[in-house]
């Protein structure tokens, strides 16, 4: 019988992994969660040496696409129609020029930006996802998915949209200053919050969240090695030790539980899923229950922080639309 990667248990496991003890996990989730701690394993090894090679690779390849003005000009006309509160209208306008036009990256972007606006923020970025399949380089796909992703609360795709308007763009493009400014801001913010560079906080959010998926999976132990990986790169995070503390408490090893959860209050003393699940477990032992049998009362916390960006709906729209109109001549 084939094995299942211990990570997101859905996939066949093909990989050992350093950091799950040697359990085979599938290169999707080995993508996800290699970090610089995976030093000596050779998917480490050769994903740093196309890192490598990407930097010097020569831009762009150049794309044949349908360009119709007439049907751009009828894309700005709906986010017009948008910009006054009319989404249904702008809505009912893109689906009846996408039956003819769906090759047409505008159109998914268009449909993108109303989803956005609707806040369906998983349509938004499919519509994105289907406008950058037509046209890897257009910019503004990237910018917006970035903003969509925000708004989602998901900071991995966020940063990633991010550093993909800087990779393909030019460095004299608005969009591209644009999401470089962003980075500048996010970075600051997490140095700040988080005492670590944008880029390793994403690293390590990917680690957290591989070992959330495993902690809401029951996998206690293998969760426990996880954030304890987390709490090497980033021993600050009250989320880490708060989450792990719950394993702990699952596996009924109280005194590494009860060391978790005041660490956590340690680090941020008003953090109250620390303080919430310290008291349900101090409860549980005292009324000599099993922790789980108080599962309804536990706190967990994913660990991105909010980072804000100060464009407003109505800007937003117009920056498209002045794009667009760009894109058509």
Avoid at 67 to 75: A, F, G, Q, S
Avoid at 77 to 94: P, Y
Wanted: contains cysteine.
């Amino acid at each position: 019988m084939k094995k299942k990667c211990t990570v997101c248990v859905t996939t066949q496991g093909k990989r050992g992994c350093l950091l799950n003890d040697m359990t085979l996990i599938c290169p999707r989730c080995c993508a996800e969660i290699r970090n610089p701690a995976c030093e000596g394993c050779s998917y480490y090894k050769e994903s740093q040496k196309f890192a490598l090679e990407k930097t010097h690779k020569p831009a762009s390849k150049h794309f044949t696409m349908r360009i119709v003005p007439e049907v751009d000009d009828e894309i700005n006309r709906a986010l017009e129609m948008a910009e006054v509160g009319n989404l249904a209208g702008a809505e009912a306008l893109i689906r009846s020029l996408m039956k003819e036009n769906a090759d047409l990256y505008s159109i998914h972007f268009a449909m993108g930006t109303i989803y956005a606006f609707k806040e369906q923020y998983d349509e938004a970025i499919a519509c994105f996802d289907k406008s950058i399949a037509i046209f890897p380089y257009f910019v503004d796909s990237w910018f917006n998915r970035a903003l969509t992703a925000h708004k989602k609360g998901d900071i991995v795709e966020l940063v990633f949209s991010l550093h993909q308007v800087i990779e393909i763009g030019e460095d004299d493009n608005k969009t591209v200053q644009m999401a470089k400014q962003h980075l500048k801001v996010f970075d600051g913010l997490s140095r700040i919050e988080n005492g670590l560079p944008l880029d390793d906080f994403i690293e390590s959010l990917k680690i957290f969240n591989a070992a959330f998926k495993l902690m809401q999976d029951k996998q206690w132990t293998k969760a426990i090695a996880n954030f304890k990986t987390v709490i090497s790169m980033n021993p600050k995070s009250p989320q880490a030790f708060s989450n792990m503390g719950l394993c702990y408490a699952y596996l009924k090893e109280d005194h590494q539980a009860m060391e978790a959860f005041n660490q956590a209050i340690v680090i941020d003393p008003s953090y109250e899923p620390a303080i919430i699940n310290k008291n349900t477990f101090e409860k549980s032992i005292a009324e000599n229950l099993s922790f789980s049998d108080t599962q309804s009362e536990i706190q967990v916390i994913e660990y991105g922080k909010s980072f804000p960006l100060k464009d407003k709906k109505k800007s937003l729209l117009n920056y498209i639309k002045e794009k667009l109109k760009r894109s058509s001549k």
